[in-house]
């Protein structure tokens, strides 16, 4: 009996002191921010949440769902190297969808349902573009339950893809769509098959729209 009382009064001081961990807020770009500012964005479709802990503090961060951005040469060419693409690829886009792990989000015990694996899947994105798909992971753990006989998962090399994207773990899957001048415009948590469609598109449709130059005589 004294061995449960004492059990129990060492897990209400433990919880007590969780209680009592300051929270500080970030919001995208690192800035510090108060918690009413954090709410209210967190709040809206472009963000979600994610928190780091340590023994004294929970820091909250903010984290833009949709991001655009060009790698520099040096980079593009490592990143088609692992993916094992050749240095002058030419097709319209590289779409990558990555799986960074278990977590509440992605945690399965059956095979998944998710539409990215339907059959239309990469058939109405090849009508955005050509491409090459990819499908990377960073830990291979509940990845059975992803259809690995259907699809080619492979681990992300020397974890470019995660510190070139997917800097940190965002919550189910994210994706990232580049197209062949090293443009991209990444996705960071829960997606269908249609968001992957609307970005290919919007970033097939920006390089259509580049102006090409034209040789004088």
């Known amino acids: 009996m004294k061995i449960v009382i004492l059990f129990i009064l060492i897990l209400n001081c433990l919880l007590v002191q969780a ?23 967190k709040n809206t479709l472009e963000y ?9 503090i929970i820091t909250g961060l903010l984290v833009r769902k949709k991001n655009l951005g060009k790698l520099n040469k040096q980079v593009f060419y490592q990143l088609k190297k692992n993916l094992n693409l050749e240095e002058n690829y030419k097709k319209d886009l590289i779409v990558i969808i990555y799986y960074p792990g278990r977590d509440n989000c992605n945690e399965k015990d059956t095979k998944s349902g998710w539409n990215v694996f339907d059959r239309d899947y990469l058939k109405n994105l090849n009508k955005i573009g050509s491409n090459s798909n ?8 509940d990845l059975k339950y ?10 992300d090399k020397n974890q470019l893809i995660e510190k070139t994207f997917f800097k940190y773990h965002y919550p189910c899957f ?3 769509v580049i197209d ?8 960071f948590g829960e997606f269908g098959k ?8 919007e970033l097939a449709n920006k390089q259509k729209l580049q102006p090409t130059s034209v040789k004088r005589k």
């Open 19 to 41: 209680q009592e961990k300051d929270v500080i807020y970030y919001n995208e770009i690192h800035q510090n921010i108060d918690k009413k500012e954090f709410l209210k964005y």
């Open 48 to 56: 979600f949440d994610i928190y780091f802990e340590n023994d004294s």
């Open 134 to 141: 990819h499908w990377i992971y960073k830990t291979d753990e």
């Open 146 to 155: 992803y259809h690995p006989k259907k699809v080619d998962w492979r681990k």
């Open 174 to 176: 994210s994706f990232v």
């Open 180 to 187: 062949n001048q090293g443009n991209y415009i990444s996705s």
């Open 194 to 201: 249609h968001k992957v469609w609307d970005i290919s598109s």
